[in-house]
C-alpha cells in the first residue's frame, strides 16, 4: 500500500517512478475490465469460495479455539460478501478487483488488522469504527469523499485513483495514528481538509492542484509527493511544517527560481524535485537553487559537492552585502540633500 522510504539515501523519487509505473498499468488492466462488461451477473461470496481463500490458523482472542486469520479472494468477481458477517476473527482480508458496491458485512470484523479493497466498484469507504485496524486500501474504486473514516489505529489509509475532489470528514481526534495518506491520481482542487498532526508520508501528485493551503500543522510531515499538477507557487509551504524533508513537485509550472525563496524557512529540506517545470530552463539552474535554499542537499537525482555549497555561500553573501549597501544609500542621499536645501535659503535670505 505504501513503501517505506529510506530518507538517509533519499530514495523516494525513485520509488515514486516504480510505484506509478505499476499503477498505470493496474489502472490501465482494470479499465479494460470494466470496459468488457459494464454489467456484472450477480455473484455471491459462497463457503466453497471461502474454503479456497481462507488460510492462517490462529488461536481466536481469549484462546479458546483457532480460527482462520486470513481471506484472500480477489479476482473472483464478487458482487455481495455478506457471508462475510459471520467470520468475526478474520484480521487480514482482500478483497480486490471484483465487483462489490457495498463493504457493510466488513462492520462486524472486530479484529481486523489489515483491509485491501482496490479495483471494486465503491462509491465510499465508509465504515464503522473497526478498532483494530490498522492499513486500508481502497485504491481505483468510484469514491468521491473522505468521509466515514474514523478507525483509532489506522496508520495507512490509501485512496488513490479514485474520484475525490476535496478532502472532508478527516478528523485528527479519530485518526490518532494515520501517518501515511496516499491521494495519488484523484481530482484534488485543495490541500485544505487534510489536518492530521501524526501524518509523515503524504501523497498528492497527479491531481488538480495550482497551490498548497492548509498544511501548517503537519509538524511532522517528513515526505511530500505533489507530482504532476498544476502548482505555480509556493506559497503556502510554513516553518511549522519543521519535518520535512524531501519534496517532490516534478511535472508542475513552476517558472520562476526566486519561488524557492518560500521554502527557506523549511529546517529540515534536504532534498527537492523540480524536473519537468520550467524554471528549470533558466540558467544556472542548479546553483541558484542552492543560493536560494541553504540547507539543500540534493536537487532532483543528484547531490551537491562541497564545492557547490562554498560557491552557493559566496554568492548569497555577496548579495546580501550588496541588499545592505542599497539599504544604506537612500539615507546617504538624504545627508548630502540637506545641505543644499540649507544653502539655497541661506541665498533666498
Known amino acids: 500500500m505504501s513503501d517505506e522510504e529510506d530518507l538517509e539515501d533519499f530514495e523516494p523519487d525513485q520509488i515514486d517512478e516504480e510505484r506509478e509505473r505499476?499503477?498505470?498499468?493496474?489502472?490501465?488492466?482494470?479499465?479494460?475490465?470494466?470496459d468488457i462488461s459494464e454489467e456484472w451477473t450477480p455473484i455471491p461470496l459462497t463457503e466453497d469460495v471461502m474454503k479456497e481463500g481462507l488460510s492462517l490458523l490462529c488461536k481466536?482472542?481469549?484462546g479458546l479455539a483457532h480460527a482462520y486469520a486470513k481471506l484472500d479472494v480477489k479476482k473472483r468477481g464478487l458482487t455481495d460478501i455478506?457471508?462475510?458477517?459471520?467470520?468475526?476473527?478474520?484480521?487480514?482480508?482482500?478483497?480486490?478487483?471484483?465487483?462489490?458496491?457495498?463493504?457493510?458485512?466488513?462492520?462486524?470484523l472486530t479484529h481486523l488488522l489489515w483491509l485491501k479493497a482496490d479495483g471494486n466498484r465503491l462509491q465510499s469507504a465508509q465504515l464503522n469504527e473497526l478498532p483494530c485496524l490498522q492499513a486500508a486500501s481502497f485504491a481505483?474504486?468510484?469514491?468521491?469523499?473522505t468521509e466515514g473514516i474514523s478507525h483509532p489505529y489506522l496508520g495507512i489509509l490509501d485512496l488513490k485513483g479514485n474520484y475525490i475532489r476535496i478532502v472532508t470528514g478527516l478528523d485528527p481526534p479519530k485518526l490518532i495514528d494515520l501517518h501515511t495518506l496516499e491521494l495519488r491520481g484523484n481530482q484534488l482542487e485543495s490541500t485544505?481538509?487534510?489536518?492530521?498532526?501524526?501524518?509523515?508520508?503524504?501523497?498528492?501528485?497527479?491531481?488538480?492542484?495550482?497551490?498548497v493551503e492548509g498544511l501548517e500543522s503537519l509538524?511532522?510531515?517528513?515526505?511530500?509527493?505533489?507530482?504532476?499538477?498544476?502548482?505555480?507557487?509556493?506559497?503556502?509551504?510554513?516553518?511549522?511544517?519543521?519535518s520535512l524533508q524531501y519534496l517532490n513537485l516534478r511535472g508542475n509550472m513552476i517558472t520562476d527560481l526566486r519561488e524557492l525563496n518560500k521554502l527557506r524557512d523549511l529546517p529540515k529540506l534536504q532534498a527537492l524535485v523540480l524536473l519537468d517545470n520550467p524554471c528549470r530552463d533558466e540558467n544556472d539552474y542548479r546553483q541558484e537553487a542552492l543560493v536560494q535554499m541553504a540547507q539543500l542537499e540534493r536537487l532532483d537525482k543528484d547531490f551537491y559537492k562541497e564545492e557547490d555549497q562554498a560557491e552557493a555561500s559566496e554568492i548569497r553573501q555577496q548579495r546580501l552585502k550588496?541588499?545592505?549597501?542599497?539599504?544604506?544609500?537612500?539615507?546617504?542621499?538624504?545627508?548630502l540633500d540637506q545641505p543644499r536645501s540649507n544653502s539655497s535659503s541661506h541665498l533666498q535670505g
Do not use: C, W
Open 322 to 335: 550588496e541588499e545592505q549597501e542599497q539599504e544604506a544609500e537612500p539615507e546617504h542621499d538624504t545627508e
Open 22 to 34: 505499476e499503477d498505470d498499468e493496474k489502472e490501465t488492466d482494470m479499465k479494460e475490465e470494466e
Open 219 to 242: 509538524k511532522n510531515l517528513t515526505n511530500l509527493h505533489l507530482r504532476d499538477n498544476q502548482i505555480a507557487t509556493l506559497s503556502g509551504f510554513s516553518k511549522e511544517m519543521k
Open 140 to 145: 481505483y474504486n468510484q469514491i468521491t469523499d
Open 60 to 62: 481466536t482472542g481469549d
Open 192 to 211: 485544505l481538509g487534510i489536518n492530521l498532526p501524526k501524518l509523515k508520508n503524504l501523497f498528492l501528485a497527479q491531481n488538480m492542484l495550482k497551490k
Open 82 to 108: 455478506y457471508l462475510l458477517h459471520s467470520y468475526i476473527h478474520l484480521r487480514y482480508v482482500d478483497i480486490s478487483e471484483n465487483h462489490l458496491t457495498d463493504l457493510s458485512p466488513l462492520n462486524y
